[in-house]
């Protein structure tokens, strides 16, 4: 069961993965080589992830194709969204809270590794109504 420790756990795991690629690495690089790392680094981390998620979308009874791909959807209850950009904008975070409502997700996790410091600017996490419903522990 899904409880918000538990959820604060894996935030701080996926977040020291993170940090891990970014210590090795740095900033400057393509995102889709931190991605690489990233699912290497949970991989060694033994935690279980989707990468590259379609993700459904049903509308009034009709199921439509989409090109929505979730960079990790991590234990079945945390969307991680991967960038290597100068700046996090709204249209970022739009797309992280329509996965995590579309995926039925409480909580995402946005990592930019585009900054000298990943630990004090490169990730936010953001939650949902979901996240007010979970039980603490």
């Known amino acids: 069961m899904v409880t918000k420790k538990s959820l604060k756990d894996l935030i701080y795991t996926v977040n020291g993965a993170a940090i891990e690629v970014h210590k090795q690495l740095g900033p400057g690089l393509l995102e ?3 991605h690489k790392c990233m699912i290497h680094e949970l991989t060694l981390r033994g935690i279980h992830f989707q990468t590259e998620l379609t ?4 509308y009034k ?4 194709e ?18 290597a950009t ?3 904008i709204p249209v970022h975070v ?3 809270m329509s996965y995590m409502n579309l995926l039925e997700a409480p909580i ?9 410091n990943i630990f004090d600017h490169g990730q936010k996490t953001y939650v949902n ?3 007010s419903t979970l039980k603490e522990e």
Do not use: H, Q
């Not at 989409?66 to 969204?81: A, T």
């Not at 995402?108 to 000298?116: A, E, Q, S, Y």
């Open 32 to 34: 889709s080589i931190y």
């Open 55 to 58: 993700i459904p979308i049903e």
């Open 61 to 64: 009874g009709l199921s439509l």
């Open 66 to 83: 989409s090109d929505l791909r979730c960079d990790l959807f991590v234990e079945n209850c945390l969307v991680v969204e991967l960038k």
């Open 86 to 88: 100068d700046k996090i």
């Open 94 to 96: 739009a797309k992280l």
């Open 108 to 116: 995402g996790l946005m990592i930019n590794f585009n900054v000298t």
């Open 129 to 131: 109504n979901r996240y």
